[in-house]
Every structure is written in structure tokens, then in C-alpha cells.
């Protein structure tokens, strides 16, 4: 099974500010997505993190807001910008391992909020 | 666009059987998964249904009509451990019309009675 990490596990953050969020893998994986979730909501794909391109973004996800770094295939960021309360959420960082894989792994994800 | 229905809640009994009905509308449709997630836990990958049929996993089967844009999961000798929320989510391809990306529909709480 997948070893996914991030970091932090949860923050408190004020208005204004940015908030990075880490996502280490085990080992190289072909895709890696982060998706946001409400407690005791859906999961909403934010984006697909691509190695060595722009991530690609779900209609209503902005780079500006959520700028994504992919610099290898076992690691990935998400940036939370000029954070409102409204972006309070669980933030997952997901991957899948192999090009022919359906299975996809999630990360403990990242407990946000926004004061 | 998109959209999934599933129940929201769902209550049984240890040892019971149940099942959590999901349907689906969306373009491009590749196949229909399901996760498990517990209280303050990661999704966990269940089954995955591309072509019609039952597919069988220990306690746990998944059922898919491409026909009917209809799936379930059937989840048999309900244990107290498997109180949790359930989503099933179909690979539709997204903005990127990537087939490994994934629509969640809202969730399913089941909760299992002693």
C-alpha cells in the first residue's frame, strides 16, 4: 500500500496570510492530485499536479489562488493564498502509482483554519 | 457537467446486509469506484467497476450498469468497524480529460447498530 505524507496536519492561520502544504510519496508515482474537503463533505478535485509543467486546474480552481509545485515524481505542493475563511477545509494530496492503475491513495490530509 | 446521487445515511444492524445505491450522469465515463472513509481518516480505495457486471471482494461487492448509469455496493455481515462514509466516484476524464481523475459524489454515512 502507499505511504503518503503531508505537512502540516492542521494549521490555524489568519486572514491575508498563505499556507504551504507538503505531500512526500514512498516511492515515483505517475499522477498526483489535491483535492479539498469539507467536513463531512465530497471530495472537490482542486487540480492535477504535472512534473515539470503547470498543474492542471478545475474549473473554479485559480493558479493565483492555489499555485502547485510538482518538481519530481515523489513530491508535490499546494499553496493556499491570501486565505479567507471560506477556505477552511481539509486539504488531500492524492496519487495514483501506475499509468494502467484505477486505485488511487490519499494522504491523511491537511486540517485548515482560517480565522 | 457532473453529478453523482447517493444516499446520505444510511442505519443498519451488525450482520446485516446493505446497500448503497449511487447514480451518475457525466460525460466520458470510464468506470465507477468506491472509497471508504473513516471519521477523520483518508479515503481508501473499495472496488472499481469498468464494465457491467458484480465484482466480488471478500464482505464487499460492487455492481455496475453502464446502461442504467447506475451502481451499488453491497456490504455483507455488517461489522460495527464498517460505520463510516461511503462515496462512490466515477472516472469521467475532468477538465484535463484525463481518465484517472475523479468526480466523489456526496457520501454515504452508514452507521451499524449493535
Known amino acids: 500500500s502507499a505511504v503518503i505524507s503531508q505537512k502540516p496536519s492542521r494549521d490555524i492561520c489568519q486572514r491575508g496570510t498563505s499556507l504551504t502544504i507538503q505531500c512526500q510519496v514512498d516511492s515515483q508515482v505517475t499522477m498526483m492530485f489535491w483535492y479539498r474537503q469539507q467536513p463531512g463533505q465530497s471530495l472537490t478535485l482542486i487540480a492535477t499536479a504535472n512534473q515539470g509543467s503547470e498543474a492542471t486546474y478545475e474549473s473554479g480552481f485559480v493558479i493565483d489562488k492555489f499555485p502547485i509545485s510538482r518538481p519530481n515524481l515523489t513530491f508535490s505542493t499546494l499553496t493556499v493564498s491570501n486565505m479567507s475563511p471560506e477556505d477552511s477545509s481539509i486539504y488531500l494530496c492524492?496519487?495514483?502509482?501506475?499509468?494502467?492503475?484505477?486505485?488511487?491513495?490519499f494522504g491523511p490530509g491537511t486540517r485548515l483554519t482560517v480565522t | 457537467g457532473q453529478s453523482l446521487e447517493q444516499p446520505s445515511e444510511v442505519t443498519a444492524v451488525e450482520g446485516a446486509i446493505v446497500q448503497i445505491n449511487c447514480t451518475y450522469q457525466?460525460?466520458?465515463?470510464?468506470?465507477l469506484s468506491w472509497y471508504q472513509q473513516h471519521d477523520g481518516g483518508a479515503p481508501t480505495f473499495l472496488s472499481y467497476?469498468?464494465?457491467?457486471g458484480l465484482e466480488e471482494t471478500g464482505r464487499f461487492s460492487s455492481f455496475l450498469s453502464r446502461s442504467d448509469s447506475y451502481g451499488y455496493l453491497l456490504l455483507q455481515e455488517l461489522q460495527m468497524k464498517d460505520s463510516a462514509s461511503y462515496f462512490c466516484a466515477v472516472r469521467d476524464g475532468g477538465s484535463s480529460g484525463s481518465a484517472r481523475q475523479l468526480t466523489f459524489g456526496s457520501g454515504t454515512q452508514l452507521t451499524v447498530l449493535p
Open positions: 467497476n469498468a464494465l457491467d
Open positions: 457525466t460525460s466520458g465515463f470510464y468506470g
Open positions: 492524492s496519487v495514483v502509482y501506475q499509468t494502467d492503475s484505477y486505485e488511487q491513495y
